[in-house]
């Protein structure tokens, strides 16, 4: 992946100011429609799935209290797992987005929600809605990219530290959660900058703290105490411990898809100066990718497997983007640009090849095969071992065995 | 012996509420660890919305239309209804295609023994709330409720001569005067005359009920209809109720008639209650004032401005996100007035009284003002 402003064969190239300003309008009237459909019977879709959600979660633990017999600790943890799927995917982070805001009911509202996460809903409000869906793929501006600490971006000088990034990245996805928190403190920068006495960043840290002792209390100790009476406190600590480990994973899963599959663009930072309507909608397009699928896969990623339509629409009560995608790939198809869109294996399998491929020089992986795998390998190592004289060394010549290999083809 | 024993009982009394008390707070301390993040509230709403200790709502019981465009419903009020006296209203949220607007409305009952309360409605036209509420709702529906207000109720001791003056829907806090009055195993003795003026004879509101009290001798019914009569016009008081000085009045009916009514009585000297159903209308012009409830900060809007931007220029510090509507970082409550979605043209109106305590909650960053508004920040 290269910044598209970098790149030979620009995908908008082909596309005036006028088409992308009619381009905004056309999405603008897409909006209008369903503000104007919105009604009852989103109201009643959204309460049906918090009480599914609610009556799930708490069924799943009554099981939980005789975890002791390998059936109940299956069927429960299985039922906690999805519960608190379903509670950060289609209920919080859609509650949080505002999306049910219009309904005026406080208890279902984005200023007064908190979920079952980590990270306090006000602090994640923050990095999320207004930075990453305002500065959406913007190299440098959305920490979504990679969180700070991987390389996403063939633009990005190489250093051996990246060579373990798909292991960071496997620890990410188990311990999401607490991944996100320590990116809403904008922790790494924050350490940096030497700004951890600071007493405004103090008092988020401290937020933090006591919400992941609130969470953790709940899981490994209250649950498990009320099952002290059949003998299963360990087996109900490690049902939860379980349930948090497979939603984690399950939502990493589910936002790499989202804008980490090979094909999405990123954007330069200089390339927002001034960007219209239109040019935003057209970034949040090319910048997102779907995930195709029955109405299972819609609800279970809170309805993220949309994510171009979310990423158009974020407002818009998530039950309505399946309604509104046929619409958003027409346009798509008669502006000429690619709606992304694969089965979730394909994509999770598409971002994490990414990943792999970014760990590594550029072009290495494009450049080795069964038969120069040895070469490739000594290769590596002096590149990995060696100051940035050699590494700038290797690297040329990695370009230059890659320009030949694609005019080969 | 008493003396002795009273002290050793209140002691132990004391002693053992705080214990008690304590041994639940512990219990509730460990549910809400439970379910933490959520409330226990939230939890146990889902299985008893009506309980004690639950945000006061009510669930319609029966539907009863009363005329065509009239529809009384009773409901019955979560555990924690404080009761009410007749004359009273209360304020309902109700969720009009999934969007929750508050009203008041009269209460139309006096206590009943089966706790429930009940309501009636009007249809308005282009009423949103009213013609939910008389044509569409059906039992089962659940409400938000508030606890029931108002000094528009009979004094006590009752005066010994009554007139009452209502008209259309101004009926509803008067039936409830009347039917509590009526249903008390002691016959009232009281000089009650009801002068109501509706539209036509089958437009009045509880017209058969009213008319089989006269017809008790309860009451004395003067009916005026509109369409035979002509508006009431309250120089003809005199004639239709020749005693009106020894009288105390209650009115109940549209703001024109109110007025007439409190200057003709207050000239006079004459006692009278008055219930106004609405404030005034907001006005929906384009721009205005937006005043900062908290800091007394005032800021001149235009139309086409966004109130963030505007409060911004005039050196509010205000809450701000994406500045394009799509975050939520920039919200606050409206408390007052009506703003304009600079998107769409769609106009956002909080009455006090009505909307809920915290106000409408507006986006800043894409709402101007349409008229003069009061935000609370």
Known sequence: ????????????????????????????????????????????????????????????????????????WIVGTAGLSVAKILENMEIGHNILHGQWDWMRDPKIHSTTWEWDHVTPAEQW??????????????????????????????????????????????????????????????????????????????????????????????????????????GSFLPTLAANFTANIVRNLWSHSIIMCGHFPEGVETFEKRSIDGETRGEWYLRQMLGSANISGGKAMHVMSGNLSHQIEHHLFPDLPSNRYAEIAP??????????????????????????????????????????????????????????????????????????????????? | MSTVALPSTTSRTAIAAPTARTLRQRLRRFAEAA??????????????PLRSGAELRGRIVAVHPETADATTLVIKPGKDWAGHVPGQYVRIGVDVDGVRLWRTYSLTHGPRADRCISITV??????????????????????????????????????????????GSGITPVIGMLRSLFSRAERVRADIVVLHSALSRSEVIFGDELRRYAAEGRLRLVELHTDV?????????????????????????????????????????????????????????????????????????????????????????????????????????????????LRNGALTVANPGETGDGGVLIQTCVNAAAGACDIDH
């Open chain 1, 327 to 409: 619409k958003v790939r027409e346009l798509f198809e008669k502006n000429g640009l690619n709606y992304h869109s694969a089965p979730f294996p394909k994509q999770v399998a598409s971002a994490w090849h990414k990943v792999i491929r970014l760990s590594l020089p550029n072009g290495w992986l494009a450049t080795t095969n069964a038969k120069n795998a040895v070469p490739q390998l000594k290769m590596l190592y002096t590149m990995t071992t060696g100051g940035p004289r050699v590494r700038r060394a290797a690297q040329a010549r990695l370009n230059q065995q890659a320009r030949r290999a694609s005019q080969a083809a």
């Open chain 1, 1 to 72: 992946m290269t910044a598209l402003q970098k790149k030979s064969d620009n995908p908008i190239a082909h596309l005036s100011a006028e088409d992308i300003e009619l381009l905004g309008k056309q999405l603008d009237e897409i909006r209008q429609e369903v503000l104007e459909a919105r009604g009852e019977s989103d109201a009643a879709y959204i309460r049906k799935v918090i009480s599914v959600q609610r009556k799930l979660e708490l069924g799943s633990r009554a099981v939980l209290l005789a975890s002791i017999f390998p059936p109940a």
């Open chain 2, 35 to 48: 379910v933490t993040p959520l409330e226990l509230d939230d939890v146990l709403d889902v299985f008893h």
């Open chain 2, 122 to 167: 009007k249809a308005i036209p282009d009423g949103v709330v009213s013609n939910h509420l008389v044509h569409r709702v059906r039992p089962g529906t659940m409400l938000q409720l508030g606890q029931a207000e108002g000094d528009f109720v009979l004094a006590d001791p009752m005066p010994g001569k009554l007139l009452m003056v209502t008209a």
């Open chain 2, 229 to 341: 009569d002509g508006m009431l016009d309250v120089a003809d008081l005199d004639t239709i109720v020749p005693d009106l000085a020894e009288r105390t009045t209650y009115a109940c009916g549209p703001v024109g008639l109110l007025d007439a009514l409190e200057q003709h009585h207050t000239e006079r000297g004459l006692a009278l209650h008055i219930e106004r159903f609405r404030s005034a209308v907001v006005v929906t012009g384009e721009g205005g004032t937006v005043s900062f409830g908290r800091t007394g900060t005032l800021v001149e809007a235009a139309g086409d401005t966004p109130i963030l931007d505007a409060a911004e220029e005039a050196g509010v510090l205000m809450p701000s996100g994406c500045r394009m509507g799509i975050c939520f970082g920039c919200v606050l409550p409206l408390r007052s007035g009506a703003v304009r979605d």
């Open chain 1, 125 to 230: 409000k923050h990095s999320h809605n207004e930075l990453h869906h305002t500065y959406t793929n913007v190299i440098g501006k959305d920490n979504d990219l990679g969180y700070g600490i991987m390389r996403v971006d063939e633009d990005q000088p190489w250093h051996p530290f990246f060579l373990v990034q798909p292991f960071w990245n496997f620890v990410n996805a188990c311990f999401f959660e607490y991944g996100i928190a320590a990116y809403d403190l904008e922790l790494g920068a924050n350490i940096k900058r030497k700004k951890t006495k600071d007493p405004e960043f103090k008092a988020r840290v401290s937020q933090v703290l006591k919400k992941v002792r609130k969470q953790a209390t709940k899981d490994y100790l209250v649950h498990p105490a009320l099952s002290l009476p059949t």
